[in-house]
Protein backbone atom coordinates (compact mmCIF):
# COMPACT_ATOMS: atom_id res chain seq x y z
CA UNK A 1 0.00 0.00 0.00
CA UNK A 2 1.03 3.77 -0.06
CA UNK A 3 2.90 5.18 2.38
CA UNK A 4 4.27 8.91 2.98
CA UNK A 5 6.14 9.23 5.81
CA UNK A 6 7.19 12.64 7.28
CA UNK A 7 10.07 13.56 9.58
CA UNK A 8 12.01 16.34 10.20
CA UNK A 9 9.86 18.68 12.85
CA UNK A 10 10.03 19.86 16.12
CA UNK A 11 11.13 22.89 18.07
CA UNK A 12 12.59 25.87 16.60
CA UNK A 13 12.69 29.40 17.60
CA UNK A 14 11.02 32.09 15.73
CA UNK A 15 12.90 33.06 13.06
CA UNK A 16 14.65 29.92 12.84
CA UNK A 17 15.02 27.19 9.73
CA UNK A 18 13.66 23.68 9.29
CA UNK A 19 13.36 20.90 6.82
CA UNK A 20 11.02 18.41 6.36
CA UNK A 21 11.39 15.05 4.25
CA UNK A 22 8.69 13.16 2.78
CA UNK A 23 9.71 9.67 2.16
CA UNK A 24 7.07 7.63 -0.27
CA UNK A 25 6.97 4.12 -1.00
CA UNK A 26 4.15 1.91 -2.61
CA UNK A 27 3.65 4.05 -5.50
CA UNK A 28 5.47 4.90 -8.17
CA UNK A 29 6.97 8.74 -6.91
CA UNK A 30 8.25 10.01 -9.81
CA UNK A 31 4.68 9.84 -11.71
CA UNK A 32 3.12 11.84 -9.23
CA UNK A 33 3.03 15.65 -8.12
CA UNK A 34 3.45 16.02 -5.18
CA UNK A 35 3.04 18.81 -2.11
CA UNK A 36 2.70 19.86 1.27
CA UNK A 37 0.07 21.11 3.50
CA UNK A 38 -0.23 21.85 7.01
CA UNK A 39 -3.15 22.40 9.98
CA UNK A 40 -2.87 24.33 12.92
CA UNK A 41 -4.91 24.11 16.53
CA UNK A 42 -8.65 24.83 15.51
CA UNK A 43 -7.66 25.71 12.21
CA UNK A 44 -8.87 23.93 8.38
CA UNK A 45 -5.58 22.47 6.64
CA UNK A 46 -4.07 24.53 4.22
CA UNK A 47 -1.71 24.43 1.17
CA UNK A 48 2.00 25.01 1.73
CA UNK A 49 3.73 24.23 -1.39
CA UNK A 50 3.73 21.85 -4.27
CA UNK A 51 5.88 20.44 -7.06
CA UNK A 52 5.61 18.44 -10.67
CA UNK A 53 7.18 15.32 -11.07
CA UNK A 54 9.44 16.60 -12.60
CA UNK A 55 10.59 19.62 -10.51
CA UNK A 56 9.76 22.06 -13.59
CA UNK A 57 7.12 23.38 -11.39
CA UNK A 58 6.53 24.60 -7.86
CA UNK A 59 3.66 26.31 -6.00
CA UNK A 60 3.72 28.12 -3.29
CA UNK A 61 0.54 29.86 -1.07
CA UNK A 62 1.63 33.49 -0.93
CA UNK A 63 2.24 33.59 2.94
CA UNK A 64 5.27 31.02 2.23
CA UNK A 65 6.59 32.61 -0.71
CA UNK A 66 10.32 33.58 -0.48
CA UNK A 67 10.73 31.44 2.62
CA UNK A 68 10.37 27.88 1.73
CA UNK A 69 11.77 25.97 -0.95
CA UNK A 70 9.98 22.65 -2.14
CA UNK A 71 12.40 19.96 -3.51
CA UNK A 72 12.32 16.28 -4.68
CA UNK A 73 14.76 13.39 -5.68
CA UNK A 74 12.94 11.22 -7.86
CA UNK A 75 15.72 8.62 -7.35
CA UNK A 76 15.07 8.59 -3.21
CA UNK A 77 11.54 8.89 -3.39
CA UNK A 78 11.50 12.00 -1.02
CA UNK A 79 9.95 15.42 -1.07
CA UNK A 80 11.87 18.05 1.16
CA UNK A 81 10.41 21.46 2.37
CA UNK A 82 13.07 23.85 3.45
CA UNK A 83 11.55 26.29 5.64
CA UNK A 84 13.47 29.65 6.76
CA UNK A 85 11.97 32.84 8.67
CA UNK A 86 9.75 30.56 10.19
CA UNK A 87 7.42 32.47 12.55
CA UNK A 88 4.84 31.05 15.88
CA UNK A 89 1.76 31.44 13.65
CA UNK A 90 3.18 28.82 11.44
CA UNK A 91 2.80 26.42 14.32
CA UNK A 92 0.93 23.18 12.92
CA UNK A 93 0.81 19.69 12.00
CA UNK A 94 2.48 19.33 8.05
CA UNK A 95 1.80 16.86 5.93
CA UNK A 96 2.77 15.63 2.83
CA UNK A 97 0.55 14.36 0.20
CA UNK A 98 0.04 13.95 -3.59
CA UNK A 99 -0.76 16.63 -5.05
CA UNK A 100 -3.57 17.45 -7.74
CA UNK A 101 -2.49 20.48 -10.22
CA UNK A 102 -4.67 22.81 -12.47
CA UNK A 103 -7.00 24.42 -10.05
CA UNK A 104 -6.33 28.02 -8.61
CA UNK A 105 -4.17 26.29 -5.77
CA UNK A 106 -2.93 22.59 -5.73
CA UNK A 107 -4.87 20.39 -3.92
CA UNK A 108 -4.41 17.12 -2.19
CA UNK A 109 -4.63 13.83 -3.57
CA UNK A 110 -5.48 10.42 -2.21
CA UNK A 111 -2.49 10.10 -0.56
CA UNK A 112 -1.73 11.69 3.23
CA UNK A 113 1.18 11.05 5.45
CA UNK A 114 0.56 11.00 9.38
CA UNK A 115 1.80 14.34 9.76
CA UNK A 116 4.93 15.63 11.51
CA UNK A 117 4.29 18.70 14.05
CA UNK A 118 6.18 21.83 13.78
CA UNK A 119 6.39 24.36 16.58
CA UNK A 120 7.23 27.75 16.47
CA UNK A 121 8.31 29.17 20.12
CA UNK A 122 10.67 31.05 21.98
Known amino acids: QVQLVESGGGLVKPGGSLRLSCSAS????????MGWFRQAPGKEREFVAA????????YYADSVKGRFTISRDNAKNTMYLQMNSLAPEETAVYYCADAVIGGPIPRAGPFWGHGTQVTVSS
Open 26 to 33: GLTFSHYA
Open 51 to 58: ISWSSADL
